[in-house]
């Protein structure tokens, strides 16, 4: 088992570039999450899905869209990237029914010029 | 939201030292969770805890459930260098998903060999 993968593992880009940061995992699970983590402020919760078809939203939603077609995957878009989404950004994943036990991927981090 | 206070900030120790950490919250949690990451990966799950009062150990790790169900430690005995890295407390959201983590801003711990 691969876990959970994450592509690419880092990314520059400048103002108002849209890009989609890639979150694979190959444990069928059911939940997967997508976090970012800024200095001094832990992880904070983007988007989330409980299965295929399914997604919501977390703390922090605006600038991020999502889908959810397969279960293995989660990629999460940046329409128009901004300065502000300059970040180390996680993917997360765990199966229904132990939703608390998350298995994070390495990491994918972003700079915004 | 909902917040989880994590103290210290951060702490820089001698190898072999123990180690205290704790986390408030202004709410009630049914659970909690440890989290560690280390430098350049993502978070690992340490320990879990579900029962107010519950004390439970990973190695020379030991996490406690306070009775108040507002709050929660970590302890780690003989520290030694490879515990170096960000520890976090987590908990899900109350009134809403259940699938919905909040995290902490996180623990950095210093371990000199």
Redesign the interface.
């Known amino acids: 088992n691969a876990g959970?993968t994450q592509t690419p593992k880092f990314q520059v880009l400048k103002t108002g570039q849209s890009m989609t940061l890639q979150c694979a995992q190959d444990m069928n699970h059911e939940?997967m999450?997508w976090?970012r983590q800024d200095p001094?402020?832990?992880?904070?919760?983007i988007h989330?899905s409980?299965g295929a078809g399914i997604t919501?939203q977390?703390?922090v939603p605006n600038g991020y869209n999502v889908s959810r077609s397969t279960t293995e995957d989660f990629p999460l878009r940046l329409l128009s990237a901004a300065p502000s989404q300059t970040s180390v950004y996680?993917c997360?994943s765990s199966r229904q029914g132990a939703?608390?036990?998350?298995y994070?991927?390495?990491?994918t981090r972003l700079t915004v010029l | 939201g909902q917040q989880l206070n994590q103290s210290p900030q951060s702490m820089f120790i001698q190898e072999g030292e123990d180690v205290s950490m704790n986390c408030t919250s202004s709410s009630i949690f049914n659970t909690w969770l440890w989290y560690k990451q280390d430098p350049g990966e993502g978070p690992v799950l340490l320990i879990a805890l579900y029962k107010a009062g519950e004390l439970t150990s990973n190695g020379r790790l030991t996490a406690q459930f306070g009775i108040t169900r507002k709050d929660s430690f970590l302890n780690i005995s003989a520290s030694i260098p490879s515990d170096v890295g960000i520890y976090f407390c987590a908990g899900p959201y109350s009134g809403g998903s259940n699938y919905k983590l909040t995290f902490g801003k996180g623990t950095l711990l210093t371990v000199n060999p």
Do not use: C, I, K, N
């Open positions: 959970v939940y999450s976090y001094g402020m832990g992880l904070r919760l989330y409980v919501d977390g703390e996680f997360a939703h608390h036990t998350q994070f991927g390495p990491g």
